[in-house]
């Protein structure tokens, strides 16, 4: 299957910084990029909506000031969170979905955010 | 009417058994049905997929039941490896609604050697 890649794997940062994790497509161009967060045991829940050329769609209730959305390339999309707090500590994913085997996402590794 | 309702919790099976979980939905705009399968600490990775317009789909041990008219989808997992233990997250989307996954619950499956 496809490949999409995620850096950091892991990152850890003071309260009041600022995180960018970068989602990658690494065989195929994704217009479309997913941005999930996942708490421990429990299911993914979707974030936003990353389209290249234009602005994200962001979920109810998740704050697009908090979480910017950079979707640069057909293959890049980012995820800042602006001055974290040890609330927003959590395990992002992303996903690419892959334009030439219609509806199917691939995901990334995923990030594990630890805010202190 | 957005939601996937997915059963067990958790699964406990004998390595050689055959592991099934079962998922549920109400929107009938939902035309993809994904199962994912996610080891602590990584990202979910896609198992198989199966569409409404056949009822049963086979890849290696793993199988797709689809039954239309409950609305109703299940994996099978023969031949249960201890391997196999994960969670299982069923998952449904529309291209109505921007192909964006709507996931069930999780079930955590454990295969006892």
């Known amino acids: 299957g496809a490949v999409v890649s995620q850096h950091p794997s892991r990152v850890i940062c003071k309260s009041g910084t600022s995180v960018k994790i970068e989602c990658r497509s690494l065989d195929f161009q994704a217009t479309t990029m997913f941005w999930y967060r996942q708490f421990p045991k429990k299911s993914l829940m979707l974030m936003a909506t990353s389209n290249e050329g234009s602005k994200a769609t962001y979920e109810q209730g998740v704050e697009k000031d908090k979480f910017l959305i950079n979707h640069a390339s057909l293959t890049l999309s980012t995820l800042t969170v602006t001055s974290a707090h040890p609330e927003d500590s959590s395990f992002y994913i992303c996903?690419?979905?892959?334009?030439?085997?219609?509806?199917?996402?691939?995901f990334g590794p995923g990030t594990r955010l630890t805010v202190l | 009417q957005q939601q996937v309702k997915q059963s067990p919790q958790s699964l406990i099976v004998q390595k050689g058994g055959i592991s099934i979980i079962n998922c549920a939905y109400e929107?009938?705009?939902?035309?993809?049905f994904p199962w994912y399968q996610q080891f602590p600490g990584k990202g979910p990775a896609l198992l198989i997929a199966i569409r409404p317009d056949v009822s049963e789909k086979k890849e290696g041990r793993f199988t797709i039941s689809f039954n239309k008219s409950a609305k109703q989808f299940s994996l099978h997992i023969m031949d249960s490896q201890p391997g196999d233990s994960a969670t299982y997250f069923c998952a449904a989307s529309s291209m109505e609604y921007g192909n964006k996954l709507v996931f069930g619950a999780g079930t955590i499956l454990r295969v006892k050697s």
């Open positions: 996903s690419a979905r892959d334009p030439s085997v219609a509806d199917t996402q691939y």
């Open positions: 929107n009938t705009a939902f035309d993809y």
